[in-house]
């Protein structure tokens, strides 16, 4: 069955950085787009990042555009999330999503597959 299993969260200092990876299997991993989400306490699943199957488009949300970078590798199915200069604010379980398609959306509804999350905590 398709796996999708993030890590690389923890507990950082605002400023800091950190790299999520999320392994997948039991997909043909280059098919998909591939996308982080995120989801603090009290608030709904948002998008924060995605990459085209071809590892060549990417696209962010305003709130971390510039602070984040997303990549993949198809050859390991893996994609990575790249974060700097971390804020209190990024704060949130961090989710890898699949999605079967050439183009990245942003809604969750759209995603066919869902990792676990990895807890990322930003302390000031």
């Known amino acids: 069955q398709v796996q999708l299993v993030e890590s690389g969260g923890g507990l950082v200092q605002a400023g800091d950085s950190l790299r999520l990876s999320c392994a997948a299997s039991?997909?043909?991993?280059?098919?998909?787009?591939m996308g982080w989400f995120r989801q603090a306490p009290g608030k709904e699943r948002e998008f924060v990042a995605g990459i085209s199957r071809g590892e060549r488009v990417t696209r962010y949300a305003d709130s971390v555009k510039g602070r984040v970078a997303i990549s993949r590798d198809n050859a390991e199915n893996t994609v990575w999330l790249q974060m700097n200069s971390l804020k209190p604010e990024d704060t949130a379980v961090y989710y890898c999503?699949?999605?079967?398609?050439?183009?990245?959306?942003?809604?969750?509804?759209?995603?066919?597959?869902w990792g676990q999350g990895t807890q990322v905590t930003v302390s000031s």
């Open positions: 999503a699949a999605r079967y398609s050439s183009v990245i959306l942003t809604a969750t509804s759209e995603y066919n597959y």
């Open positions: 039991g997909l043909t991993f280059s098919s998909y787009v």
